[in-house]
T-cell receptor, first 116, second 110 residues
Framework: ETGVTQTPRHLVMGMTNKKSLKCEQH?????MYWYKQSAKKPLELMFV???????ENNSVPSRFSPECPNSSHLFLHLHTLQPEDSALYLC???????????????FGPGTRLTVL | RKEVEQDPGPFNVPEGATVAFNCTYS??????FFWYRQDCRKEPKLLMS???SGNEDGRFTAQLNRASQYISLLIRDSKLSDSATYLC???????????FGSGTRLQVQP
């Protein structure tokens, strides 16, 4: 399936590096999401963009910085990360129906990040 | 109390068995409910949405009980390929974002 793609698939970085994760969706959706999945923990929502506007931010540290230039692309800029930030970072997209409901989210394959 | 709670398992069942998972959610204003499946080191994939009247898709049946705030998933005639982690997912209190449970691990054995 190529509905949601993510690059890179694997990333190893030092604590002083700056890197960016990229997500692209080909489904015509109007909302995109970043999630973090650490070992043995549930998916944690990091950021939501709906109609290219950030609508929720769940108190994620400022060393993670999202960017959504258009409805098909989403970036997560990383800088001065900590070893505990090592995790699987998943991008998802959906068609936001509005009015408090939530439609199915489709996930990309994820970027497995290791911070040394 | 967690927003979405699931028994982590693992559930070890033989091929052909019927297995049921339950999930409870804390916010009565939640409107959308889903079961996702996640294979080891892969992304979550939608298994089925859960509707108020209950719904069935082949060997899989999902039920929603709003009064008790729980969701169930029944898998009949288990296959080896059903081995995965099953995630209960709820949109929390009418927000766009989805809240994921920690997942229930199923291992179907030959």
């Amino acid at each position: 399936e190529t509905g949601v793609t993510q690059t890179p698939r694997h990333l190893v970085m030092g604590m002083t590096n700056k890197k960016s994760l990229k997500c692209e969706q080909h489904l015509g959706h109007n909302a995109m999401y970043w999630y973090k999945q650490s070992a043995k923990k549930p998916l944690e929502l990091m950021f939501v963009y709906s109609l290219e506007e950030r609508v929720e931010n769940n108190s994620v540290p400022s060393r993670f910085s999202p960017e959504c230039p258009n409805s098909s692309h989403l970036f997560l800029h990383l800088h001065t990360l900590q070893p505990e930030d090592s995790a699987l970072y998943l991008c998802a997209s959906s068609q936001d129906p509005g009015q408090g409901a939530a439609d199915t989210q489709y996930f990309g394959p994820g970027t497995r990040l290791t911070v040394l | 109390r967690k927003e979405v709670e699931q028994d982590p398992g693992p559930f070890n069942v033989p091929e052909g068995a019927t297995v049921a998972f339950n999930c409870t959610y804390s916010n009565s204003a939640s409107q959308s409910f889903f079961w996702y499946r996640q294979d080891c080191r892969k992304e979550p994939k939608l298994l089925m949405s859960v509707y108020s009247s209950g719904n069935e898709d082949g060997r899989f049946t999902a039920q929603l009980n709003r009064a008790s705030q729980y969701i169930s998933l029944l898998i009949r005639d288990s296959k080896l390929s059903d081995s995965a982690t099953y995630l209960c997912v709820v949109n929390n209190g009418g927000r766009r974002a989805l809240t994921f449970g920690s997942g229930t691990r199923l291992q179907v054995q030959p």
